[in-house]
């Protein structure tokens, strides 16, 4: 960089030779030139001025850069070049590991809601037969909350500062005044890739990282609730489990399969976001202009990323073990008929029956609901024929209201991410 700066005249334009040297340094670097950085460390004690040294002894032998080897780490502080690695760090980690998982995972249930949308199941709130919806409807609301979550996490921008000491280049405005470095400084940020933070201290002050750990702790939750569902449904019979020759559930069960994908995926879910939630919590707070307790926490940055991953895989794996057992799902609808109060009182207020609320209460509630009794109520009503027909025909598993239709397009509900279309496989 400051070979290409006009007004450094001490660091003349390097050749193209000396250009392709310095990015063999990066292109080659092996392990055994990390060992050898580590070697200068035990001496330093400072990591950043390890690898400053370790570049000086590599450029020694060629003659352009060898004449500037001072001008290695010019003015820097080593949070100038700490800050970059993190934000380079996370990005390539998000791109290439986390969204691509994250991706899979909204497909596949994307694909579990479609496959289901028409396949009625009892509804339960308070643990208690509620209004019935269908085994699709309900993965298709995952599918949505996890892509909407997905899509903010891409929108959070990776920040980076090069501003030296204190964030207002002092050193490097007192040896070459005339250079505008705020503009040199983020030029040199945005070629990485990253976004320019104008106003720092020492360091960077990771507000966006707080940001992209809170949004991936939000989608991390929404694969608890994922989680714990389809670990009920499992229990209540509505999924089996595809079960793989050799399998043990049970050391001392035998005939037991057990959720275990989704028991490992919450458990690394709860384990990433307390090591998330620590982040996002300590990394912004520094004393003054800098001290060094997010460098610490920031060498465990990879621990809430690593145990999202697993859980992102043991639910993807699960997943593909699900079967729908549609005979348990009917079963529970067919004695669940006082689901159907809710509709016959709406169709009676409509018509100005009297006190229907009421009167479906005290047919239905810690009473024996049974099809012939929901008929009998019916016919005994004072509606308007057609109203009547419509009702007698009404069973668990057709009152699904929209759930059909809504799992159905869930395509079209799954959000765009970053700019492109919707999952093409949930389509």
């Known amino acids: 960089m400051l070979s290409q700066i006009p007004e450094v005249i001490e660091v003349p334009s390097f050749s193209a030779e000396a250009q392709s040297y310095l990015l063999g340094l990066i292109d080659g670097f092996s392990m055994d030139d990390a060992l050898e950085v580590k070697k ?61 998982t994250m991706d899979k995972l909204v497909e596949a249930i994307c694909k579990l809601a479609k496959a289901n949308a028409s396949v009625s ?17 309900e993965m298709a609301i995952f599918a949505v909350r996890l892509s909407r979550e997905r899509q903010e996490i891409s929108q959070v ?5 090069f501003a030296g000491a204190v964030g207002n280049y002092n050193a490097h405005i007192v040896a070459y005044p005339t250079v505008n470095w705020p503009q040199i400084a983020e030029q040199f940020v945005t070629s990485l ?15 966006y990282m707080a940001k992209l750990y809170y949004a991936i702790i939000r989608f991390n939750n929404i694969l608890i609730d994922f989680d714990r569902d389809i670990w009920g449904y499992i229990s209540l019979g509505y999924f089996k489990q595809i079960t793989k020759a050799g399998e043990i559930g049970s050391s001392t069960m035998p005939h037991k399969v057990n959720p275990i994908d989704f028991e490992n995926s919450e458990g690394n879910l709860g384990k990433a976001n307390e090591d998330l939630t620590y982040l996002s919590m300590k990394l912004p707070i520094s004393r003054w202009q800098r001290d060094l307790t997010d460098s610490t926490v920031l060498r465990n940055m990879g621990g809430g990323l690593g145990h999202s991953l697993l859980a992102y895989k043991s639910a993807l794996q699960g997943i593909g073990k699900l079967q729908v057992n549609e005979a348990r799902l009917s079963e529970d609808l067919n004695q669940a008929w006082e689901v159907l109060a809710e509709p016959i009182q709406t169709v009676m207020r409509r018509y100005g029956v009297p006190e229907p609320y009421e009167k479906l209460k005290e047919l239905t509630r810690g009473r024996a609901v049974t099809k012939e009794s929901i008929r009998e109520f019916i016919e005994g009503l004072e509606l308007p024929e057609e109203a009547k027909t419509h009702l007698l025909k009404l069973t668990p598993h057709s009152y699904v209201g929209a759930a059909v239709e809504l799992a159905k397009t869930v395509d079209s509900a799954v959000n765009v991410i970053n700019g492109s279309k919707v999952l093409e496989t949930c389509r």
């Open 40 to 100: 200068i460390e035990r001496v330093t004690n400072h990591d950043v001025k390890a690898v400053e040294y370790f570049l000086k002894q590599k450029c020694q032998s060629q003659p352009e850069i060898a004449k500037v080897l001072e001008f290695f780490h010019f003015a820097c502080t080593s949070e100038d070049i700490n800050n970059l690695a993190h934000a380079l760090m996370l990005k390539e980690a998000m791109t290439k590991v986390m969204f691509p």
């Open 121 to 137: 199941m009892l509804s339960r709130t308070h643990g208690q037969p509620a209004s019935p919806t269908t085994l699709g409807k």
């Open 157 to 161: 921008e990776m920040m980076g500062k």
């Open 193 to 207: 890739g990253l976004k320019f933070n104008p106003y720092v201290t020492q360091i960077e002050t990771h507000d």
